[in-house]
Nanobody
Framework: QVQLMESGGGLVQPGGSLRLSCAAS????????MGWYRQAPGKGRLLIAS???????DYADSVKGRFSISRDSAKNTVYLQMNNLKPEDTAVYYC???????????????WGQGTLVTVSS
């Protein structure tokens, strides 16, 4: 069984930094995409950073220049470095991965459990 496990998040003051991690584990043949979404209270889930295999990273305008996505392929882990955090960054952050499963070659789209980031003084 393939799954995602997120870590990081918490309470930080405006202007501070946090790093989120998301590790994929299980029977993985390949990972085609990893990215981060967030969902603010009362709003929909939005893609904010993407890291497709073999393609360029991309960011939502709201986080461009402040957030950075990176991936350690050997560990099947994606990171989101968040700098200069603002109160409007407060949300539940979800990792997303599109994976081909080993042996079955089934295409899976998986979500992490979500981690709360609160930016407040």
């Amino acid at each position: 069984q393939v799954q995602l496990m997120e870590s990081g998040g918490g309470l930080v003051q405006p202007g501070g930094s946090l790093r989120l991690s998301c590790a994929a584990s299980g029977s993985i043949f390949s990972i085609n995409f990893m990215g981060w979404y967030r969902q603010a209270p009362g709003k929909g889930r939005l893609l904010i950073a993407s890291n497709p295999s073999g393609g360029p990273t991309d960011y939502a305008d709201s986080v461009k220049g402040r957030f950075s996505i990176s991936r350690d392929s050997a560990k099947n882990t994606v990171y989101l470095q968040m700098n200069n955090l603002k109160p409007e960054d407060t949300a539940v952050y979800y990792c997303n991965a599109r994976i081909v499963e080993q042996q079955t070659y089934k295409y899976l789209e998986l979500w992490g459990q979500g981690t709360l980031v609160t930016v407040s003084s």
